[in-house]
């Protein structure tokens, strides 16, 4: 496994971890959205920039809704 491979499954474990965590904090939206981010770069640096587009806009939905809750 190469070290772009493991950065994908870290961000994508993130993703998934903080997902599951969100109700008992606001801290872990954002870091929902972080995550995304994250994922969002692992999939322009494969060339999946479907993927990228879409954690974007899952990182924009996670962090307004951590601003407006």
Same mark, same amino acid.
């Given at each position: 496994?190469? #070290? #772009?491979?493991?950065?994908?499954?870290?961000?994508?474990? #993130?993703?998934?971890?903080?997902? /599951?965590?969100?109700?008992?904090?606001?801290?872990?939206?954002?870091?929902?959205?972080? $995550?995304?981010?994250? /994922? $969002?770069?692992?999939?322009?640096?494969?060339? $999946?920039?479907?993927?990228?587009i /879409?954690?974007?806009?899952w990182?924009?939905? /996670?962090?307004?809704?951590?601003?407006?809750?």
């Amino acid at each position: 496994m190469d #070290l #772009l491979t493991l950065f994908g499954v870290f961000s994508v474990t #993130l993703m998934v971890l903080f997902y /599951a965590l969100e109700k008992k904090s606001n801290i872990y939206i954002l870091g929902f959205s972080i $995550a995304c981010i994250l /994922a $969002a770069i692992y999939g322009f640096l494969v060339g $999946a920039w479907p993927f990228s587009i /879409a954690e974007i806009i899952w990182s924009g939905v /996670a962090f307004r809704r951590r601003h407006l809750g």
